[in-house]
């Protein structure tokens, strides 16, 4: 049975293409700055990005730890959202391992945070207090794209108040290609930014981060100290190499897939699906907490995975999932809940 996963866009398998990229890497031993394929991949979306360097990492959050390392001192604090991959997802790594506070804030429904509230939540000079370093944004978040002008203001409340801004852009990409603009039109905003090669690109592994010179070269400290050096790493960064230069464009094949997926889905009402919410490659259902076992059984049954760890429903499409597996998916969903009714 063909298996239709859309469980996350981190399930992607390499294609034939790119494992035969993999097999011709050109490598070296990375840790010594010798491996050509990594060096390759850095320059390539350090260009990208419009930033002046970057540093091959094992994951992202490997790679957002690394920033915060790197921007935040032991007693500083970052500001992020409640819902965001590095204060939630990511085992609290800059806490345990960095001495380092984070301040979660509640965020709009986009993704952004709104500045006033980010404002008094910077802390005064103060022994009492930690110093407010930092501030985390993610793009995108949920699927939505943070808007250029948000970028811009919260850009700017930055450097008016000495704090550095990085990016968590594991799916920047996605953005990116939204717009229609140069990754470097959102990238410019961020004095560092971390770009996962493994969800919608389509790599087996790998994550790349993205800012000054200097702030690399320490970074790729941290990379060390974090088990993160990898010596012939060049056998992975050639799948990123090869995702780059393919796997970029064709996001929109899956943001057209995403909106037909919600378009399908919002004929069953009780799913909650808004069609018009779809920006990128996810869709958000909110079905009954209570049927979620049992509709993740039935589809799976059908050969469609689900994710049911979340209170809502988030349905992810990427490389792996074709403009048939769409009508497959929305299928098993309409049988699921045609059954429940007769
Ligand atoms: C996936 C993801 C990461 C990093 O995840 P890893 O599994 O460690 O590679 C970071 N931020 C966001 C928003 C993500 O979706």
């Known amino acids: 049975m063909r298996i239709i996963d859309l469980r996350s866009d981190t399930v992607t398998r390499p294609t034939a293409a790119m494992r035969a990229a993999m097999v011709s890497a050109e490598v070296g031993d ?198 993160g050096g990898m010596r012939q790493a060049g056998i992975l960064a050639a799948a990123g190499i090869h995702a780059l230069e393919n796997h970029v464009a064709r996001l929109a094949e899956d943001h057209a897939n995403a909106r037909n997926l919600a378009e399908g889905l919002a004929r069953v009402r009780a799913l909650g699906v808004n069609p018009d919410a779809v920006q990128t490659n996810m869709v958000i259902a909110r079905p009954d907490p209570k049927l979620l076992p049992t509709l993740a059984e039935f589809l799976a049954r059908h050969g469609v995975l689900i994710r049911t760890r979340d209170p809502v429903l988030r349905l992810v499409v990427h490389l792996d999932v074709s403009e048939h597996d769409v009508l497959t998916a929305i299928q098993a969903f309409r049988e699921f809940y045609a059954r429940r009714r007769s």
Not at 93 to 122: H, K
Not at 126 to 134: G, K, S, V
């Open 30 to 227: 990375d840790v010594y700055g010798e491996d050509p394929s990594v060096k390759r991949l850095e320059a390539m979306i350090a260009d990208l990005a419009d930033k002046e360097a970057a540093v091959f990492a094992a994951s992202g959050t490997q790679s957002n730890l690394m920033a915060l390392l790197t921007h935040c001192q032991r007693g500083d604090e970052y500001l992020a959202g409640q819902q965001t991959h590095v204060y939630q997802y990511e085992g609290g790594g800059a806490a345990v391992l960095g001495g380092i506070q984070p301040q979660p804030l509640d965020m709009e429904a986009d993704g952004s945070l709104n500045l006033e509230r980010l404002a008094q939540a910077i802390k005064p000079d103060d022994i009492h207090f930690t110093r407010t370093r930092l501030l985390c944004l993610e793009n995108t978040f949920g699927g939505n794209v943070l808007p250029l002008n948000y970028l811009a203001k919260a850009h700017r409340f930055t450097r008016e108040r000495g704090l550095a801004l990085h990016l968590d852009g594991a799916r920047v990409f996605n953005a990116a290609v939204k717009l229609g603009a140069p990754l470097g039109d959102i990238t410019r905003y961020a004095d560092s930014v971390s770009i996962c090669l493994s969800k919608g690109l389509g790599a087996p592994v790998g994550t790349v981060l993205c800012g000054t010179s200097a702030f690399i070269t320490q970074a790729r400290r941290w990379r060390k100290v974090l088990g």
